[in-house]
């Protein structure tokens, strides 16, 4: 090849290159801005809510107590919010306690001392000394050593300090009554959530079957890390679920809903035993891949089965319907998986146990209960 020709390929190789790079760096760019403006529609509503109490906290700290600066009542709302339904008591009363402990304790250090580097010092670290030997959260403990600051910098005023702990007590007032007449964690958002979850699971057992179609190491690995990847999802379920049902209990205007967000809470136990379930499922893929050992082909047509009944739940869950329908196919599942053959291998035989607990599992999502869900599934013969 002459010198000129190699020198121009190496040219066109570079452009190619760098082509390629701009391309994923542009898809890159478009996936992150899509994931942004998702994660901003999901907060909307929390957004919008902190904003209007907020405001709410101040004007009637201002009007009806009169105070001229009540900083503090918007900024004890918003952290009241920031929790779920169930613990926002439990935050109210942290941050009263928290404040009364910082506000006593710099009033009477700057009244004694005074105010300087080493006052700040001293102040803060005796309020969160303080406020632990009272059995505080750490939420306590740092509103007392925030406080305390704003005492000795800001606001060194002694006539001042009931004053915030009241603001203090507005904010959080408003915060749990907002809350309780509109949470921020829709009703419906466990239902949501689980069905996102069944779209994940159903996904991760196509991957699965198609790594084990092709002995595919790199697919099957993948496989791994999906499987893995449900932890944050289960928690996000737990979470709302938690509030779901702290709303409908304590909420006067949601006491109809009580028996359906109860049955979208009992969602997460099920679903957890099926994300474990999974995930020794893609171990197992992994080891078969790797010994280059083969699955009987109605594993396979069992594992694509139960995903495509997964996702018809995730359809009934988005509808607000509880998937008690797709019961039918998941019986018809387990009365196939009762009549496969057992593999050879231990590998490959556990896949067919994994899948066969995992029929288990999505039959209680349909309403059933453990041992009714069992039943369903013969014995293999």
Same mark, same amino acid.
């Given at each position: 090849?002459?010198?000129?020709?190699?020198?121009?390929?190496?040219?066109?190789?570079?452009?190619?290159?760098?082509?390629?790079?701009?391309?994923?760096?542009?898809?890159?760019?478009?996936?992150?801005? @899509?994931?942004?403006?998702?994660?901003? !529609?999901?907060?909307?509503?929390?957004?919008?809510?902190? +904003?209007?109490?907020?405001?709410?906290?101040?004007?009637?700290?201002?009007?009806?107590?009169?105070? *001229?600066?009540?900083?503090?009542? %918007?900024?004890?709302?918003?952290?009241?919010?920031?929790?779920? &339904?169930?613990?926002?008591?439990?935050?109210? &009363?942290?941050?009263?306690?928290?404040? #009364?402990?910082?506000? @006593?304790?710099?009033?009477?250090?700057?009244?004694? &001392?005074?105010? /300087?580097?080493?006052?700040?010092?001293?102040?803060?670290?005796?309020?969160?000394?303080?406020?632990?030997?009272?059995?505080? /959260?750490?939420?306590?403990?740092? *509103?007392?050593?925030?406080?305390?600051?704003?005492?000795?910098?800001?606001?060194? =005023?002694?006539?001042?300090?009931?004053?915030?702990?009241?603001?203090?007590?507005?904010?959080?007032?408003?915060?749990?009554?907002?809350?309780?007449?509109? %949470?921020?964690?829709?009703?419906?958002?466990?239902?949501?959530? #689980?069905? *996102?979850?069944?779209?994940?699971?159903?996904?991760?057992?196509?991957?699965?079957?198609?790594?084990?179609?092709?002995?595919?190491?790199?697919?099957?690995? !993948?496989?791994?890390?999906?499987?893995?990847?449900?932890?944050? *999802?289960?928690?996000?379920?737990?979470?709302?679920?938690?509030?779901?049902? +702290?709303?409908?209990?304590?909420?006067p205007f949601r006491h109809r809903q009580r028996p359906a967000v109860e049955a979208y809470a009992?969602?997460?136990?099920?679903?957890?035993?099926?994300?474990? =379930?999974?995930?020794?499922?893609? $171990?197992?893929?992994?080891?078969?891949?790797?010994?280059?050992?083969?699955? %009987?082909? /109605?594993?396979?047509?069992?594992?694509?089965?139960?995903? $495509?009944?997964?996702?018809?739940?995730?359809?009934?869950?988005?509808?607000?319907?509880?998937?008690? +329908?797709?019961?039918?196919?998941?019986?018809?599942? +387990?009365?196939?998986?009762?009549?496969?053959?057992?593999?050879?291998?231990?590998?490959?035989?556990?896949?067919?146990?994994?899948?066969?607990?995992?029929?288990?599992?999505?039959?209680?999502?349909?309403?059933? /209960?453990?041992?009714?869900?069992?039943?369903?599934?013969?014995?293999?013969d």
């Open positions: 090849m002459m010198p000129g020709m190699a020198s121009g390929f190496s040219v066109q190789r570079m452009k190619l290159r760098a082509f390629d790079l701009s391309e994923r760096t542009t898809r890159l760019g478009r996936r992150s801005l @899509a994931e942004r403006v998702a994660r901003l !529609r999901s907060r909307g509503f929390l957004i919008a809510q902190s +904003a209007v109490t907020a405001g709410l906290a101040w004007f009637l700290a201002s009007e009806i107590f009169a105070h *001229q600066t009540p900083f503090f009542a %918007p900024i004890a709302a918003i952290i009241c919010l920031g929790g779920t &339904f169930g613990h926002r008591l439990r935050r109210g &009363f942290e941050i009263a306690l928290g404040v #009364a402990v910082g506000i @006593a304790v710099g009033d009477l250090f700057v009244q004694a &001392f005074g105010a /300087g580097v080493w006052q700040v010092a001293v102040v803060v670290g005796l309020s969160m000394a303080l406020a632990t030997l009272l059995g505080a /959260g750490q939420l306590m403990i740092t *509103q007392a050593g925030v406080q305390s600051l704003v005492v000795t910098i800001l606001l060194p =005023n002694p006539n001042q300090g009931l004053e915030r702990w009241v603001d203090a007590l507005v904010g959080c007032a408003v915060a749990l009554i907002v809350a309780t007449v509109a %949470p921020s964690s829709p009703l419906r958002r466990p239902a949501q959530l #689980a069905a *996102q979850i069944l779209r994940d699971l159903a996904g991760t057992l196509d991957a699965t079957v198609t790594a084990l179609r092709f002995d595919d190491e790199a697919a099957a690995d !993948r496989v791994l890390e999906r499987a893995r990847a449900t932890e944050g *999802q289960l928690q996000r379920l737990a979470d709302a679920g938690s509030e779901g049902v +702290a709303v409908v209990r304590h909420s009992e969602l997460l136990e099920p679903l957890d035993r099926a994300s474990r =379930n999974l995930r020794v499922l893609a $171990r197992r893929a992994v080891t078969l891949v790797w010994r280059e050992q083969q699955v %009987p082909l /109605g594993y396979l047509e069992l594992i694509t089965g139960l995903a $495509r009944t997964a996702r018809y739940m995730a359809q009934e869950l988005d509808a607000g319907r509880l998937p008690t +329908a797709a019961r039918a196919d998941l019986v018809a599942s +387990a009365e196939s998986s009762a009549h496969l053959e057992l593999a050879g291998s231990l590998s490959a035989a556990a896949i067919l146990a994994q899948t066969r607990s995992m029929v288990v599992d999505l039959l209680e999502l349909t309403g059933l /209960g453990p041992d009714e869900a069992r039943d369903l599934v013969p014995d293999l």
